[in-house]
C-alpha cells in the first residue's frame, strides 16, 4: 500500500519538475548563453561597430543606447565614457588578442570577452557616479592595469 503512495508522490514530484523546466525554457525564454555572434579578431578594427568604440544613441531598439568597447592588452577603447543616467544601455564587447574580463565595478556587468566573440548585456544605469571598469581575467604582465571608466551623468 505504501509503496504505491510513494511511487505516486515520486512521479508527481518528477512532472512537477519536468513542468518547471518546460515552462522556464520556452515560455519564459530562459536558454543557456550559446549563439554568441562571431568577429575576426584581426579584423576588428575595421569591423562595425567596433570600428568606432564608444556611445551611440539608436532608434527603434529596446535600448536607447549601445556602448561599444574593444578589449586589448592592457587596454579598453574608449578608455572613459559619459552615460546620461537612466539610459537604457547595452553594452557590446569584444577582445582584439587574448581574453580579457569586463567587470563595471558597482553594476550588474560583467562579462567575459572572447576573442573571436561578441560579448553583450543589456543593462540600465540608475545611478549617477563613476563606475570603474576592471578586466577579472588573468591576461599578461599588464592585467592590473587594465581599465576604463563610465561616467554617468
Ligand atoms: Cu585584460 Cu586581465
Redesign the pocket.
Known amino acids: 500500500k505504501f509503496e504505491k503512495i510513494w511511487l505516486i508522490f515520486g512521479f508527481g514530484a518528477l512532472l512537477v519538475f519536468l513542468t518547471v523546466i518546460g515552462v522556464s525554457a520556452f515560455y519564459l525564454g530562459n536558454q543557456p548563453p550559446s549563439c554568441l555572434a562571431t568577429i575576426d579578431p584581426e579584423k576588428v578594427d575595421t569591423t562595425a561597430p567596433f570600428d568606432k568604440p564608444g556611445l551611440k544613441k539608436v532608434e527603434g531598439k529596446e535600448w536607447d543606447y549601445e556602448l561599444v568597447f574593444v578589449?586589448s592588452?592592457?587596454s579598453y577603447s574608449p578608455a572613459r565614457v559619459e552615460v546620461p543616467l537612466g539610459a537604457k544601455v547595452k553594452v557590446i564587447a569584444t577582445s582584439k588578442d587574448v581574453m580579457?574580463?569586463f567587470q563595471a565595478a558597482g553594476t550588474n556587468v560583467n562579462m567575459m570577452l572572447e576573442p573571436g566573440y561578441i560579448s553583450e548585456v543589456v543593462t540600465t544605469f540608475k545611478n549617477p557616479g563613476e563606475f570603474l571598469i576592471v578586466?577579472n581575467?588573468?591576461?599578461?604582465v599588464g592585467?592590473h592595469m587594465?581599465h576604463s571608466m563610465i561616467e554617468v551623468v
Do not use: D, L, N, T
Open positions: 578589449a592588452a592592457f580579457h574580463g578586466c581575467e588573468y591576461c599578461g592585467h587594465m
